[in-house]
Nanobody, 120 residues
Framework: QVQLLESGGGLVQAGGSLRLSCAAS????????MGWYRQAPGKLRELVAA???????NYADSVKGRFTISGDNANNTMYLQMNSLKPEDSAVHYC??????????????WGQGTQVTVSS
């Protein structure tokens, strides 16, 4: 199993910044990709940004130029720096991790979510 510990959510005014962190632990053989997704009330969960162990990243069009995702492979930790936040960024943000367990089974785990609220 893989445990994902999320932190960094909160309340911020429009134009402000927040930094989300997600640390993975457990029976990890490899951690191939991590990502942040978000889900606002009444909407589907959507990708915000993701990064592979090789350093490749991709972003939702709505956050390009404002958010930066990065990974610390040595500590199985991912960060999402969110700048110039907008009220429409308000949502529960979920960490996702994909890779291979020590028993060589593929895994795809989700964190419990952290609330990001941006006031106008």
């Amino acid at each position: 199993q893989v445990q994902l510990l999320e932190s960094g959510g909160g309340l911020v005014q429009a134009g402000g910044s927040l930094r989300l962190s997600c640390a993975a632990s457990g029976s990890i053989f490899s951690l191939d990709a991590m990502g942040w997704y978000r889900q606002a009330p009444g909407k589907l969960r959507e990708l915000v940004a993701a990064v592979t162990s090789g350093g490749r990243s991709n972003y939702a069009d709505s956050v390009k130029g404002r958010f930066t995702i990065s990974g610390d492979n040595a500590n199985n930790t991912m960060y999402l720096q969110m700048n110039s936040l907008k009220p429409e960024d308000s949502a529960v943000h979920y960490c996702n991790a994909q890779g291979v367990l020590r028993d060589r089974k593929y895994y795809n785990f989700w964190g419990q979510g952290t609330q990001v609220t941006v006031s106008s």
